[in-house]
């Protein structure tokens, strides 16, 4: 059964660089049919599309966020990481990775990490 | 773009049905039958209820069903249970490769 696990810092500094890594158990990060992404939820917020990744390496992001995000995919680790650049308080969030079909509808989630941005 | 609208609450009685609605636009809700809903428990990952605007996953109980009309979807709840009990989440694809999910309805059975 596929299982996603996030992993990553709790603690950030404003301005700094967070990276999150997401492994993929069980199954195949190079099946055609998926899309990897990034999804965060602020504090009793919301929740907001980051952006995904397909196993070729193309990426689509949130146009809100596209200045400062990086998501790339490593498929011999079965390994997708997600960076985002330029951190401020409003960025504390669990961060969840997630697996979504073409059609855009996510089928399978990590259980979330936390990401407090704090000096 | 700007997130899709949801009532912030919505409550019924148990048996009761609740139908929370998830206003978009053209450019998302309306341009595509691409939307999605989530139930989310507290200290929970969400969980994928509806996709492609009516269809259930596997394990979805036939309780929870989804339509649209025009720029606005909606989720329908029948014989409300206690635990439905939770936040509830539209999404939809939008213009340019982009997806926008809604503020996030909270579902209280009384």
């Known amino acids: 059964q596929l299982q996603l696990q996030e992993s990553g810092p709790g603690l950030v500094k404003p301005s700094e660089t967070l990276s999150l890594t997401c492994t993929v158990s069980g199954g195949s990060i190079t099946n055609s049919r998926y899309y990897w992404g990034w999804i965060r939820q602020s504090p009793g917020k919301g929740l907001e599309w980051i952006g995904s990744v397909y196993y070729s390496g193309s990426a689509y992001y949130s146009p809100s966020l596209k200045s400062r995000v990086s998501i790339s995919i490593d498929t011999t680790n079965s390994q997708f990481s997600l960076r985002l650049s330029s951190l401020t308080a409003a960025d504390t969030s669990v961060y969840y990775c997630?697996?979504?079909?073409?059609?855009?509808?996510?089928?399978?989630w990590g259980r979330g990490t936390l990401v407090s941005v704090s000096s | 773009q700007s997130a899709l609208t949801q009532p912030p609450s919505a409550s019924g009685s148990p048996g009761q049905s609740v139908t929370i609605s998830c206003t978009g636009t053209?450019?998302?809700?309306?341009?595509?039958?691409?939307v999605s809903w989530y139930q989310q428990h507290p200290g929970n990952a969400p969980k994928l209820l509806i996709y492609?605007?009516?269809k259930r996953p596997s394990g979805v109980p036939d309780r929870f069903s989804g339509s649209k009309s025009g720029n606005t979807a909606s989720l329908t709840v029948s014989g409300l249970q206690a635990e439905d009990e939770a936040d509830y989440y539209c999404?939809?694809?939008?213009?340019?490769?982009?997806?926008?999910f809604g503020g996030g309805t909270k579902l209280t059975v009384l």
């Open positions: 492609e605007v009516i």
């Open positions: 053209r450019s998302d809700v309306d341009g595509y039958n691409y």
């Open positions: 997630a697996r979504h079909e073409w059609h855009w509808y996510f089928d399978l």
């Open positions: 999404s939809s694809y939008a213009d340019s490769n982009n997806l926008i």
